[in-house]
């Protein structure tokens, strides 16, 4: 099963949602440097699951991504077709 990629994350340290466009702008006008985002990602549905942002490169477009260690079985990256 392919990880499954967001196109917004829940920003606690803004305590709001930001969108991947936005990150993107901010990354770009700051030398690729997340800033207040690091660490503070996380997934918009359930909160608990920390993000990680992939850069874009010259073939892929950027991306958050659910980090490594974590499981939450009700989360949707979690969920296969087989389960519903």
């Known amino acids: 099963m392919s990880r499954k990629s967001f196109d917004e994350c829940y920003c606690t340290s803004m305590n709001d949602i930001a969108t991947l466009d936005y990150i993107v702008d901010f990354v770009e006008s700051h030398d690729g440097k997340l800033g207040n985002y690091e660490g503070s990602m996380f997934c918009p549905e359930c909160r608990s699951a920390e993000l990680s942002y992939v850069h874009k490169t010259s073939k892929k477009r950027a991306f958050l991504r659910r980090k490594l260690n974590f499981k939450l079985k009700?989360?949707?990256?979690?969920?296969?077709t087989g389960d519903l």
């Not at 009700?74 to 296969?80: G, M, Q, R, Y």
């Open 74 to 80: 009700l989360a949707s990256f979690n969920i296969s």
